[in-house]
Every structure is written in C-alpha cells, then in structure tokens.
C-alpha cells in the first residue's frame, strides 16, 4: 500500500534543530521554580497571618473573659486578681492581654495592689446574697461601671472604687451567711424571750381549753357540757385524776394523789441537805403551780411496784431458757389435761403433778437436771380431765367426764372416791375450780348452777345460780369470792360467805365466755372469740355500787376493760397469772402453737417468745411455779416442756 505524503508543516515540525530545542528548556525551567516559590512564600504569609489572627483572638477571649469575670465577681483584675488567682506566668499574660487592649499603663502597680488585697479578702468578699424584691439593677450597673472605669489611665480613681467594692462586699456578707442575723441577734434573742413570755401569760390568762384543744382533752371534763377553759392548776389537777383511773393498778401512783400534792402546797418548801430542787427561796415559794413530778426525777427508783424477786419484769423481752422436759423419765400416753405445781414447795426445786386421758397421775420433783419422778398412780374408771391441789395439802381433786370424783391423798397414799353429789344429778364433773386455801370446791353444774363442795367433808355446802350456762369459773386471790360467767357473755361476781351475787357486768366482747383468771388487782376474762378483756379490780364493791353484799338487780353494769388481747384467733380456753401477777398466759387447744404470754402493768405481749419454731403443739395446760422460776405447758404429744424464767431466777 502507498505511503501517503505528509503535509509540509508536519514535516517542518518534524526536523526542528536540536540547537533550538536545548535553549528553551531552561527558560521553562525557572518559570517553574519561580511560581513554586511565590506559592510557597504565599502559603508561608498565609499561615503566619492565621497564626497571629487566632493569637489575637485567643487574646480578645481572654480580655472578654477577663472583663465579664470582673463583672460578675467584682475587682479590677479580673480572675487573676481574685481568690483564684494562680502564681503561674499563665496569668501575668491574661492581664497583659487585657492591657494591651484597654490600654491601662499601670498594670504592674496595679497587679501587684490587688494582690495584696486579695490575700486579706473575706469569704463576705467572694459571695453575695441576692435578695430579691431590692434593686439589684442598680448594683449591675456599678459593677459594669467599675469593670469600664478600672482599666482606665487613673490609677487614683481604680484604687477608690475596688475599695468600695470590698467594702460593699464585706458589708453584705457572704451567701450562707444573713447579714442581718449578726447585726439584729441580740434583738431577736430579745423578741423570742419576750414573745415566750407572752405565750405563757396568755396561756395563764385564757387557761386550757377542753373543747378545742385535741381530742384527747375532752376526757378530762367533769360533764358532757363543760366547755370554759381550765387554768393551769386546775389542768394539772384533772391530768393527775386521770392518770389516777386509768393507770395500771401495779404502778405507784401515789405521786399523782390530789390531795397529797394539795397538802404539799399549803406546807413551806424548806431547803434540803445539799440543796438541790427542793432549795427555798423567795421565788419558788410564791410559785403556786407545784411540780410534783421533780420528786421523781430526782430518782431513778422504779414507778412499779417491786415484785417477788425485788425487779420489775421488763415489757416486750423475755429472758426464757428451755429445760429438760419434767415428764421426760416417764412421759404421757396421751394429751397432758392438767400439770400443775404444789403451791407450798420449794420455788427452786417445785413439785410437779402432770395428769391425762390415760387414766395417770404422776409427781415429778423439779431440779432442771434429771427431773426425777417420784410416784405415780392409775385410775381404771376415770379418764382425767382435771385435776388440781387442795391448797397446801397433799391431796389432789381428780375429775372426768364421770359423775364422780376421785380425792387422793399422797402422804398417806389413800384414795376417796365420791360417788355423787347429793342433791345434783350432773352426769358429768369434768370442769372444776379450788379456792386458794383448798376449802371450797366448785364444780361446773347444768342450767346455770355453780356447785359448792366443802374440801374436807366432801359434802355439798350450796349452789349459786347464773343466766345461761355456766362455761368458766374462777376464784378471787383472797378465796373470799367466786367469778363465773358462760353462754350469756355476763360475768357474775358472788359472795362464799353470804352467797350473794355481789357483781355483775357484760362482757365486751359479747361472745360466749370460755375462760376466767383473777389476781387482787386484774380480772382476765377469754371468749370463744379468742379475745381476752383485762378488767381492774382496783375498786371494792361499795365504792362502786354504794354498798357491798346486798346483791344487784337483774340488770349488767358496763364496764370498759383496760386492754383487748387479740393475739388468739380461736377459743381462748386457758388463762392463767403468774404468783406475783406480772404475766398471764393464754392459751388455746384448737390450734398448734397457741400460746401468748402477757405483759400485765403495760399489757403488751411479748414479742420474742414463743415463735413460731418454738414446738408447742397443741396447748392443753400452762403453770407457773410458787416463785414463777419455772414455766410448764402440757400438749397433746404427752410432754410437759418446761422453761427457765431468768428474771425471777437474778436477784
């Protein structure tokens, strides 16, 4: 194929001198280098230009920084004068910044002023108050001011204002500070003085209001419509009666008496060996509010009574110590019905009588160690339901659900059997009661009848007669009187000797009543309900119905217990008092574990025994001890568990 012809200016292009070509490439060359070196030293400008820009606003910000501190903390300085001020060179450029934008030429001077002044700044200095409701507008606009005119030329000028801003500053205080509580203390300890003053004067003058005042106040009126304030006196004297009717019967109250703080008030107050409260002087003697309560403060004595063991039981701890069982070397076949302690042995070493439905009686002499048996006996015809000690002797009452009874005698070892009562045809002699000195029994007869049995003849000696069924009985400490109460929920109070219902009340729990206790001061009465009412026997028959075994009308009285234990939730079918009356214990058989033990003067039960692993089972019987060192409880595995009492055994 034929070339084809290239044009005549390519070919001119193509044979170009090599002479030509090698002098213009140099020229290029530093064409190149020139413009890399402009862009170079352009980019070099423009670097150092942002540098010195962003130094000059870092400056500005410090300036701004510098001048809104001095705003909001006062000072001319700014922070770096201020408590925060630092050693470092850091803050000797903030305030170059700051005089080189406003132009101060005293800086040093001033620098070195503020200083000093900072080092003898308060904490009143570094914090205000700011109240509101004053003009604080105003203070902003002197510290603006004072932030403008600080950097000025006249150091004179700058020197006078930081002074009064000190001043000012000092002046207000600091922020947990109220300037006006060091300034007005000494006149508001006057006003609180003077307005307790008259506090009290009005007080003495308007007196107490029963009406008014709290709830609680009304019970100290006379009558329903007693609505005129009481003066102070005569309100102490009203807290005093009520203190006197409500208060348990095992506290002393004497110090409430009326009419001994009365007497107290005629009689001068003489002055005492080694002074004391009781120190006479003109004041106190004019005083005719007597403190009667400062007797008591000036002892620590107990308000209680002491009890058998010279301590008063502490409410809600119970210092209880499980001991050997004390049927353990021969134990029951069946339920323990009955277990009691012979009222007339040894308060260290008791005896104890366990009895049950397998037909045994049995004696156990109580160490806390062996508990070893001493004699026992079987009764073939008689099931025993209860049993009990004829006083201090050594005989014992048995009964069941038979028409007879059994009387056994453990010194000579002789048994009576009582074929009937004569005159009575109950069927059943199951449920009975003994007088303390064991000379009256009562059985619990049909139709509403009590029976009266003679414990050393063994003959019938009268009936007393109730509305309904008789379901509880009980004896008074002193044997002279006889409770008992049933179906109706009444509770009657008869006379041995005269055979006279002396008393009759209505329960308030309204229920059946199941079981009944009694001390010389304390009344426990248990329903089917499982409520047990605490009623006080501190008022004798006559003071309460003007005259004593004439007998009442068919009508119950109201009567108000001191306290309802509802601690049970079934029957309450066994209560009982400790010798010297500080617990009761409640019991119940419908249900496992019920048992509750009472604190009396404060009517609290105690909360740390028995718990709920404590293993009682089914409660069938509870006795205490002649000095209360022992606790036993009789359950239907056939165990009578024992336990130690401390506090009666510390002395």
């Known amino acids: 194929m034929p070339k084809k012809k290239q044009s005549k200016k390519a070919q001119e292009q193509k044979h170009v001198s090599p002479l030509n070509h090698s002098v213009d490439a140099p020229d290029e060359a530093i064409s190149r280098s020139n413009k890399r070196t402009k862009k170079a030293s352009k980019a070099s400008s423009d670097r150092k230009e942002h540098k010195d820009n962003k130094h000059a606003l870092s400056e500005t910000k410090l300036a701004e920084e510098a001048a809104l501190t001095a705003m909001l903390f006062g000072g001319g300085g700014g922070a770096s004068s201020g408590a925060w001020a630092d050693d470092d060179d850091d803050q000797i450029n903030d305030t170059s910044a700051w005089d080189d934008k406003y132009g101060n030429q005293n800086s040093d001077d001033d620098d070195s002023d503020k200083e000093d002044k900072a080092t003898n700044w308060s904490s009143g200095d570094l914090f205000a108050i700011d109240r509101s409701g004053e003009d604080i507008g105003e203070d902003e606009d002197d510290a603006s001011e004072r932030s403008d005119n600080e950097h000025q030329s006249d150091t004179d000028s700058d020197d006078d204002e930081s002074e009064q801003e000190v001043n000012k500053a000092s002046m207000q205080g600091a922020a947990w500070q109220d300037p006006e509580s060091d300034s007005d203390s000494d006149d508001s300890d006057d006003d609180d003085s003077d307005s307790e003053e008259r506090i009290i004067k009005s007080k003495k003058q308007k ?13 100290l009126r006379r009558y329903r419509d007693e609505t005129d304030p009481l003066s102070l006196s005569e309100y102490e004297l009203r807290l005093r009666e009520r203190f006197m009717n409500t208060a348990s019967v095992a506290a002393n109250t004497s110090w409430a008496d009326v ?7 005629e009689e001068p107050k003489t002055k005492r060996k080694g002074g004391g409260y009781g120190s006479s002087s003109d004041e106190e003697s004019e005083d005719e509010d007597y403190n009667a309560a400062a007797d008591i403060l000036e ?7 002491h009890s058998s063991s010279g301590m008063q039981l502490p409410p809600t701890i119970l210092d ?12 029951n076949n069946s339920v323990v019905s009955a277990v009691q302690f012979h009222p007339g042995s040894d308060e260290e070493n008791p005896l104890l009588m366990t009895a049950g439905m397998d037909k045994m009686l049995r004696f156990f002499r109580i160490d806390g160690e062996e508990n070893p048996k001493i004699h026992g006996i079987h009764f073939p015809t008689l099931p025993i339901t209860c049993a009990s000690f004829l006083g201090d002797s050594g005989s014992v009452v048995m009964s069941g659900r038979r028409p007879f009874f059994y009387i056994y005698d453990a010194i000579s070892g002789n048994i ?22 064991g000379d009256v029994i009562a059985f619990v007869g049909n139709d509403g009848y009590i029976i009266l049995v003679d414990g050393k003849s063994r003959q019938w000696i009268g009936d007393l ?45 309204g229920t059946i009543t199941s079981s009944l206790a009694a001390t010389s001061n304390f009344l426990a009465v248990g329903s089917e309900s499982g409520v047990v009412n605490l009623y006080t026997e501190k008022y004798s028959r006559s003071s309460l119905y003007g005259g004593s075994d004439k007998g009442v009308g068919l009508n119950a009285t109201e009567r108000n217990p001191l306290k309802s234990i509802m601690n049970l939730t079934t029957s309450a079918d066994s209560l009982k008092f400790n010798a010297d009356g500080q617990i009761l214990a409640l019991s119940t058989r419908r249900e496992t574990n019920g048992l509750k033990l009472l604190h009396v003067p404060t009517q609290t039960v105690f909360s740390n025994w028995p718990t709920s692993k404590t293993p009682l089972k089914y409660v069938w019987s509870t006795d205490f001890s002649p000095g209360s060192k022992y606790f036993a409880v009789g359950n239907d595995h056939g165990k009578c568990l024992l336990y130690r009492l401390k506090h009666y055994w510390d002395e």
């Open 259 to 265: 009419k001994q703080i009365q007497h107290k008030e």
């Open 320 to 331: 209880v110590v499980r001991t050997r069982d004390g049927n353990l070397s021969d134990p």
């Open 207 to 219: 007196g107490v209001s029963l009406v008014d005042g709290p709830n609680r106040l009304k019970k």
């Open 416 to 437: 009576q059997k009582i074929q009937s009562i004569v005159g009575r045809k109950e069927r059943s002699l199951e449920k009975f009661t003994v007088s303390p000195n």
């Open 465 to 509: 007669k109730m509305n309904g069924s008789v379901r509880a009985i009980t004896f008074s400490e002193d044997g002279e009187y006889i409770m008992g109460s049933g179906s109706d929920g009444d509770v009657y109070k008869w006379n041995i000797q005269s055979r006279r219902c002396v008393e009759r009340f209505h329960n308030e729990d």
């Open 299 to 305: 002892s620590n004595a107990s308000l209680f009574q």
